[in-house]
């Protein structure tokens, strides 16, 4: 990753932007102190690290808009951020940038059963939600393993799913309005409580833009009910194929399940060595099934997928008989990252999604890969829809290691796009994949988006150098190529 | 109307859009012109048609994604997946009823005006279904955004963009959907004799429920069946048998009419194609409240005719007074069905705050600089 020239001026006027930052949202919110500026180097992706220039840290909308109107005018650049939890990179600070920390704007704004939406600020916690509605039975769907702590800001810029996304979607299908604080500090209103509006899908492209269009300052987001029943289903499989031709069969019957996740063994093996949640270790591939739903519904649905299982040669098929062994049968899955991190020093987690029809492709080149660098891999997979978390174990102590696990890396990302697949499913592209982009998407492509990026932030200030793999000014994307003068084709047919 | 330009491939597509910036011809873009009445007037002085860019690319049922042109017939499309027992689960509408049109139209029209029926409330609207495009933007290029899977997140979702916008910044060469099973049962019940407060109530009720109703309107007196709440179950048949004695007994004391399954889709047909106010002529609005609001909206309107659709958070409406147009305290308002005249002058869509509508004119201007597809189709100016 080649990392954007750093602008000397404004590192030179570090002090003076400090002064007035303070002048904007007041001393006890801007960071200037290195020891502590350094909390911030880094996001999930913990192999890139910058010390920011400034930190700053408002407390309210207003504060927001101060401190993006100040950068605006000073032409310093602004990278948001929640709670630092990417996976790609998306909140890496700028050496010559204003880290905004958006983790002040913590209160949930408003509570609405009647019409089924929570209302809240951008730095309220995505398990929050949840909390703040689970009393009287509802619960907000997106459920990304980092829940505890990562934002619904970061969620709505990384467009971030979990394993039940499958029946409920990802937060674009969970939002009903934000509020967008745009680099000049003006706002704009979004949808809201009645809904997605009218006029551009605006909210639909912020969703997933990764903090490159604007700072969410509130967001109204869906609640559902909590479904009567749920119930989950532990099935063992002794070739990865098989797992996958009856995750096809599942769907292929008709049934939709709220989450549908497999694990290879070596997953297994370090879930299970981490949760203690009664894996079997003698498959080589485990599929959680839940099924959630009417209480009905539920029973002929998992009777349905039992039958489907059993004729897909599964090696065992176990199902959760009330809700705290349903817990444990996601204990190990849930867990899987943090386990992987006990089998080996390092890991370095992908997230591209596939056709599902070409996982036993896609593994099988994976275990090649696997031997031609010499690095181990795990493999989570949220099954149902396709998107693949291979973990890739290296041992950043050993040199060129940490290189050989992002080549790897790079090569699974391009093999994914080879089948028909994406680069990135949940976690985004940020500095990560951003020089793969060309993989999926030709010049004029890329140029569209960025054209995008200019009508929200022409000078190109906020959260510069993530997504796209080179930076065009705004003007030179602007101009229009006509050849000159051609007549409006008289030899095409008409009617 | 000026010449009409048809095209059969994005190659060409890319071809006529190229040659229409060189002498500044602006297009108005249609697939069978199904719902050229939706929106304002494009002030356009050619037609561009994708009527007969109709291949279908795949349609894999067992991967939930079908991939067609934008000249595919909708009819065609619910053929092709009611065969693999599955669904375009927006329902997208059909207007032909409302318009006089003759058929339903296009793929390529129903996802450029992103419109979407009952389940909207439930399953999603018509952007929760659209995986990825292929377009030929205003400056003749071809691009792509999205893809075939169901999850992605690389690069901004221009597909969600293109969805709804109109065909005001790209000419839709190829859409990728992602489809659904179909229910292999459905029920529908009405609850009648109700009035709209005690309508609503019910419909807000069955919203909290866990029983996963995924059709919720109201019909007062007077429209359709008339004074009654409908509530849609779908799923496995003993399962919505069982959801259905639940229900009842949540409604006891009420007057239930059960709609089996031939019933029950005509009356959501119905509902999604508002037939019940087609009749008249006057024209027709359509108001996305937050259900908590939609009684007060009605009254406040006080209209010759509507009703409720997704939980009581859609209102289709028809004034007393022709020129009148409804507001809402909260929410947004389109003019759906009305003389071109009116629909040049009065505003179709919702209107938009200053700083909105600049850069509403800035994305249309990355994606169209010279305005030339489907001009004043949405706004006047751009
Ligand atoms: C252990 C672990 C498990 C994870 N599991 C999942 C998972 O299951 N599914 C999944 O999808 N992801 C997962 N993630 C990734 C990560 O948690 C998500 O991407 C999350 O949404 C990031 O939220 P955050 O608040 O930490 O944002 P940050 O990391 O702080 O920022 C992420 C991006 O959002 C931007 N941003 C943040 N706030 C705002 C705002 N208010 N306005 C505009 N832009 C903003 C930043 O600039 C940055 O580009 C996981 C991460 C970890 C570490």
Same mark, same amino acid.
């Given at each position: 990753?080649?990392?954007?020239?750093?602008?000397?001026?404004?590192?030179?006027?570090?002090d003076?932007?400090r002064r007035l930052l303070v002048e904007c949202i007041g001393e006890d919110n801007v960071v200037a102190e290195?020891?502590e500026?350094?909390?911030?180097?880094?996001? /999930?992706?913990?192999?890139?690290?910058?010390?920011?220039?400034l930190v700053a840290l408002p407390e309210?909308?207003?504060d927001?808009?101060?401190v993006?109107?100040?950068?605006?005018?000073?032409?310093?650049?602004?990278?948001?951020?929640?709670?630092?939890?990417?996976?790609?990179?998306?909140?890496?600070?700028?050496?010559?940038?204003?880290?905004?920390?958006?983790?002040k704007?913590?209160?949930?704004?408003?509570?609405?059963?009647?019409?089924?939406?929570?209302?809240?600020?951008?730095?309220?916690?995505?398990?929050?939600?949840?909390?703040?509605?689970?009393?009287?039975?509802?619960?907000?769907? @997106?459920?990304?393993?980092?829940?505890?702590?990562?934002?619904?800001?970061?969620? %709505?810029?990384?467009?971030?799913?979990?394993?039940?996304?499958?029946?409920?979607?990802?937060?674009?299908?969970?939002?009903?309005?934000?509020?967008?604080?745009?680099?000049?500090?003006?706002?704009?209103?979004?949808?809201?409580?009645?809904? %997605?509006?009218?006029?551009?899908?605006?909210?639909?492209?912020?969703?997933?833009?990764?903090?490159?269009?604007?700072?969410?300052?509130?967001?109204?987001?869906?609640?559902?009910?909590?479904?009567?029943?749920?119930?989950?289903?532990?099935?063992?499989?002794?070739?990865?194929?098989?797992?996958?031709?009856?995750?096809?069969?599942?769907? =292929?019957?008709?049934?939709?399940?709220?989450?549908?996740?497999?694990?290879?063994?070596?997953?297994?093996?370090?879930?299970?060595?981490?949760?203690?949640?009664?894996?079997?270790?003698?498959?080589?591939?485990?599929?959680?099934?839940?099924?959630?739903?009417?209480?009905?519904?539920?029973?002929?649905?998992?009777?349905?997928?039992?039958?489907?299982?059993?004729?897909?040669?599964?090696?065992?098929?176990?199902?959760?008989?009330?809700?705290?062994?349903?817990?444990?049968?996601?204990?190990?899955?849930?867990?899987?990252?943090?386990?992987?991190?006990?089998?080996?020093?390092?890991?370095?987690?992908?997230?591209?999604?596939?056709?599902?029809?070409?996982?036993?492709?896609?593994?099988?080149?994976?275990?090649?890969?696997?031997?031609?660098?010499?690095?181990?891999?795990?493999?989570?997979?949220?099954?149902?829809?396709?998107?693949?978390?291979?973990?890739?174990?290296?041992?950043?102590?050993?040199?060129?290691?940490?290189?050989?696990?992002?080549?790897?890396?790079?090569?699974?990302?391009?093999?994914?796009?080879?089948?028909? /697949?994406?680069?990135?499913?949940?976690?985004?592209?940020?500095?990560?994949?951003?020089?793969?982009?060309?993989?999926?998407?030709?010049?004029?492509?890329?140029?569209?988006?960025?054209?995008?990026?200019?009508?929200?932030?022409?000078?190109?200030?906020?959260?510069?150098?993530?997504?796209? @793999?080179?930076?065009?000014?705004?003007?030179?994307?602007?101009?229009?190529?006509?050849?000159? =003068?051609?007549?409006?084709?008289?030899?095409?047919?008409?009617? | 109307?000026?010449?009409?330009?048809?095209?059969? *491939?994005?190659?060409? !597509?890319?071809?006529?859009?190229?040659?229409?910036?060189?002498?500044?011809?602006?297009?108005?873009?249609?697939? !069978?012109?199904?719902?050229?009445?939706?929106?304002?007037?494009?002030?356009?002085?050619?037609?561009?048609?994708?009527?007969?860019?109709?291949?279908?690319?795949?349609?894999?049922?067992?991967?939930?994604?079908?991939?067609?042109?934008?000249?595919?017939?909708?009819?065609?499309?619910?053929?092709?997946?009611?065969?693999?027992?599955?669904?375009?689960?927006?329902?997208?509408?059909?207007? *032909?009823?409302?318009?006089?049109?003759?058929?339903?139209?296009?793929?390529?029209?129903?996802? $450029?005006?992103? #419109?979407?029926?009952?389940?909207?409330?439930?399953?999603?609207?018509? +952007?929760?279904?659209?995986?990825?495009?292929?377009?030929?933007?205003?400056?003749?290029?071809?691009?792509?955004?999205?893809?075939?899977?169901?999850?992605?997140?690389?690069?901004?979702?221009?597909?969600?963009?293109?969805?709804?916008?109109?065909?005001?910044?790209?000419?839709?060469?190829?859409?990728?959907?992602?489809?659904?099973?179909?229910?292999?049962?459905?029920?529908?019940?009405?609850?009648?004799?109700?009035?709209?407060?005690?309508?609503?109530?019910?419909? +807000?009720?069955?919203?909290?429920?866990?029983?996963?109703?995924?059709?919720?309107?109201?019909?007062?007196?007077?429209?359709?069946?008339?004074?009654?709440?409908?509530?849609?179950?779908?799923?496995?048949?003993?399962?919505?048998?069982?959801?259905?004695?639940?229900?009842?007994?949540?409604?006891?004391?009420?007057?239930?009419? !059960?709609?089996?399954?031939?019933?029950?889709?005509?009356?959501?047909?119905?509902?999604?194609?508002?037939?019940?106010?087609?009749?008249?002529?006057?024209?027709?609005?359509?108001?996305?409240?937050?259900?908590?609001?939609?009684? #007060?909206?009605?009254?406040?309107?006080?209209?010759?005719?509507?009703?409720?659709?997704?939980?009581?958070? #859609?209102?289709?409406?028809?004034?007393?007074?022709?020129?009148?147009?409804?507001?809402?305290?909260?929410?947004?308002?389109?003019?759906? +069905?009305?003389?071109?005249?009116?629909? $040049?002058? $009065?505003?179709?869509?919702?209107?938009? *705050?200053?700083?909105?509508?600049?850069?509403?004119?800035?994305?249309?201007?990355?994606?169209?600089?010279?305005?030339?597809?489907?001009?004043?189709?949405?706004?006047?100016?751009?």
């Amino acid at each position: 990753m080649k990392a954007l020239p750093v602008e000397q001026k404004v590192v030179d006027a570090a002090d003076e932007l400090r002064r007035l930052l303070v002048e904007c949202i007041g001393e006890d919110n801007v960071v200037a102190e290195e020891a502590e500026r350094r909390a911030y180097e880094s996001d /999930g992706l913990t192999a890139y690290r910058q010390t920011p220039l400034l930190v700053a840290l408002p407390e309210t909308e207003d504060d927001v808009c101060a401190v993006l109107r100040l950068c605006h005018e000073r032409g310093v650049k602004v990278v948001p951020r929640g709670a630092g939890t990417s996976l790609s990179g998306g909140a890496l600070p700028l050496a010559d940038g204003v880290l905004l920390g958006l983790s002040k704007l913590g209160r949930i704004v408003d509570v609405d059963y009647e019409n089924r939406c929570v209302v809240a600020q951008p730095g309220v916690t995505n398990l929050a939600i949840t909390h703040a509605v689970q009393d009287r039975g509802f619960y907000y769907a @997106p459920d990304p393993s980092s829940q505890i702590a990562c934002t619904i800001g970061g969620n %709505i810029a990384e467009n971030s799913g979990g394993v039940h996304c499958l029946k409920y979607g990802l937060t674009t299908n969970n939002l009903l309005g934000l509020r967008l604080a745009l680099m000049t500090g003006e706002t704009i209103d979004l949808g809201g409580k009645h809904g %997605i509006d009218g006029a551009y899908d605006l909210i639909g492209v912020v969703t997933g833009s990764e903090g490159l269009l604007g700072v969410v300052t509130e967001a109204t987001v869906r609640i559902l009910p909590k479904p009567e029943t749920a119930q989950a289903m532990l099935v063992g499989f002794m070739t990865a194929e098989a797992a996958g031709e009856c995750v096809a069969r599942v769907i =292929g019957a008709g049934i939709i399940p709220a989450g549908m996740e497999m694990m290879d063994k070596l997953a297994i093996e370090a879930s299970e060595n981490f949760a203690r949640c009664g894996y079997p270790l003698d498959v080589e591939a485990l599929l959680i099934i839940e099924l959630d739903g009417p209480a009905g519904d539920v029973t002929e649905s998992i009777r349905n997928v039992s039958n489907i299982a059993k004729s897909c040669a599964a090696a065992s098929v176990r199902v959760s008989s009330c809700d705290r062994e349903r817990d444990a049968f996601w204990a190990g899955r849930k867990a899987a990252f943090p386990a992987t991190g006990q089998i080996a020093p390092d890991y370095y987690c992908m997230d591209g999604t596939i056709p599902r029809k070409e996982l036993p492709r896609v593994l099988s080149r994976l275990s090649d890969l696997s031997s031609q660098y010499g690095l181990r891999v795990a493999n989570v997979f949220h099954a149902g829809d396709g998107n693949l978390h291979p973990l890739i174990l290296y041992d950043a102590n050993n040199p060129g290691d940490l290189e050989k696990a992002e080549r790897f890396g790079a090569d699974i990302l391009k093999f994914c796009v080879e089948v028909g /697949g994406v680069l990135t499913g949940e976690h985004g592209v940020g500095v990560e994949k951003r020089d793969l982009m060309s993989e999926m998407f030709n010049e004029t492509d890329l140029a569209q988006q960025q054209r995008l990026k200019c009508a929200f932030d022409p000078g190109g200030r906020l959260n510069p150098g993530k997504m796209f @793999p080179t930076l065009h000014r705004c003007a030179e994307l602007g101009r229009v190529h006509v050849h000159g =003068g051609k007549l409006f084709r008289p030899d095409l047919p008409r009617f | 109307m000026g010449p009409v330009y048809s095209t059969r *491939s994005a190659a060409e !597509t890319a071809d006529i859009v190229k040659s229409a910036l060189a002498d500044r011809t602006t297009l108005d873009v249609q697939g !069978t012109g199904a719902k050229q009445p939706l929106g304002r007037p494009a002030a356009a002085n050619a037609v561009l048609t994708l009527s007969h860019m109709n291949g279908v690319m795949f349609y894999e049922p067992e991967e939930l994604v079908l991939s067609v042109e934008p000249g595919v017939l909708l009819d065609d499309i619910e053929q092709m997946l009611s065969e693999k027992q599955q669904m375009l689960a927006f329902e997208p509408p059909d207007y *032909s009823g409302l318009f006089g049109s003759s058929g339903s139209g296009t793929i390529g029209g129903a996802v $450029a005006c992103g #419109l979407s029926g009952p389940r909207r409330f439930s399953a999603g609207a018509a +952007r929760d279904f659209v995986l990825g495009v292929k377009g030929v933007s205003g400056r003749g290029e071809a691009f792509k955004s999205g893809g075939r899977v169901m999850k992605n997140v690389t690069g901004y979702d221009l597909s969600k963009l293109m969805t709804g916008s109109f065909g005001t910044l790209a000419v839709l060469t190829e859409v990728t959907l992602k489809t659904l099973p179909r229910p292999p049962f459905e029920t529908t019940l009405l609850v009648s004799g109700v009035g709209l407060e005690r309508g609503v109530a019910i419909l +807000r009720r069955m919203a909290q429920t866990p029983y996963e109703p995924n059709g919720l309107a109201y019909l007062p007196k007077g429209v359709g069946q008339g004074a009654c709440a409908a509530i849609r179950l779908e799923g496995a048949k003993v399962a919505v048998e069982e959801r259905v004695a639940s229900l009842r007994k949540t409604l006891q004391g009420q007057k239930i009419l !059960t709609l089996l399954r031939g019933e029950s889709q005509a009356f959501w047909r119905d509902v999604r194609d508002v037939a019940s106010l087609i009749d008249g002529g006057s024209p027709l609005w359509k108001a996305i409240v937050p259900p908590s609001d939609v009684e #007060l909206f009605v009254q406040e309107n006080d209209p010759q005719a509507y009703f409720l659709d997704w939980g009581g958070g #859609l209102v289709w409406l028809t004034m007393k007074e022709e020129s009148a147009a409804p507001s809402a305290r909260n929410g947004a308002i389109y003019l759906v +069905r009305a003389p071109a005249a009116m629909r $040049a002058t $009065a505003p179709v869509f919702p209107p938009l *705050s200053e700083p909105l509508r600049a850069l509403t004119e800035k994305v249309k201007n990355g994606f169209d600089p010279a305005g030339i597809l489907n001009p004043m189709r949405m706004y006047s100016g751009f």
